[in-house]
Antibody, heavy 121, light 110 residues
Framework: EVHLLESGGGLVQPGGSLRLSCAAS????????MSWVRQAPGKGLEWVST????????YYADSVKGRFTISRDNSNNALYLQMNSLRAEDTALYYC??????????????WGQGILVTVSS | QSALTQPPSASGSPGQSVTISCTGT?????????VSWYQQHPGKAPKLMIY???KRPSGVPDRFSGSKSGNTASLTVSGLQAEDEADYYC??????????FGGGTKLTVL
């Protein structure tokens, strides 16, 4: 059974940094692209970033480009999101999500339960 | 990376059918046959219901179906059941590993 467990969220001041982690199990992690998707309180879903299976390609939404960095450790089945220069509008529930293929992510077939990030002074 | 357009709400009585639309552009829905639909119950993570316009993952009831015409995709839920009441989001591949979501539709079972 696929299981994705996010951690590392919390309260951070504007301009601060936070690193999210996602522990994956139940599938061959190194064979699939992985993504982060967020949901602001009471709002819809927003794709944030995707990394291909090897880690050799990364993609970002315009809203986070230059501030967030996605990475992965295939030896430890872990996905990360380094978030810098955080803004109030980054406040959201962040989901770790699995893609259906190695390189191209056309949908998200499994999701974690999400981790809350609150940016406030 | 503009969001896809969905109606904010939809409703139907048990046993009826309801269709939710999702309108994009020629840069996403109109070009790629990679439209997906997600169901989200309150306080829960989204669940993939439809992918590649009309395919159902294992375990999703065949009451859920998807289609696409031009820049607009649709999700139809037939034989509505109480447990179908949830928020539904569409998404489309938009090239270069970018994905765009719709704003979501709250489905109410009357």
């Amino acid at each position: 059974e696929v299981h994705l467990l996010e951690s590392g969220g919390g309260l951070v001041q504007p301009g601060g940094s936070l690193r999210l982690s996602c522990a994956a199990s139940g599938f061959t992690f190194a064979s699939y692209a992985m993504s982060w998707v967020r949901q602001a309180p009471g709002k819809g879903l927003e794709w944030v970033s995707t990394i291909i299976s090897t880690g050799g390609g990364t993609y970002y939404a315009d809203s986070v480009k230059g501030r967030f960095t996605i990475s992965r450790d295939n030896s430890n089945n872990a996905l990360y999101l380094q978030m810098n220069s955080l803004r109030a509008e980054d406040t959201a529930l962040y989901y770790c999500a699995k893609g259906p293929a190695t390189v191209t992510t056309t949908c998200f077939d499994y999701w974690g339960q999400g981790i809350l990030v609150t940016v406030s002074s | 990376q503009s969001a896809l357009t969905q109606p904010p709400s939809a409703s139907g009585s048990p046993g009826q059918s309801v269709t939710i639309s999702c309108t994009g552009t020629s840069s996403d829905v109109g070009t790629y046959d990679h439209v997906s639909w997600y169901q989200q119950h309150p306080g829960k993570a989204p669940k993939l219901m439809i992918y590649d316009v009309s395919k159902r993952p294992s375990g999703v009831p065949d009451r859920f179906s998807g289609s696409k015409s031009g820049n607009t995709a649709s999700l139809t839920v037939s034989g509505l059941q109480a447990e179908d009441e949830a928020d539904y989001y569409c998404s489309s591949y938009a090239g270069h590993n970018n994905v765009v979501f719709g704003g979501g539709t709250k489905l109410t079972v009357l």
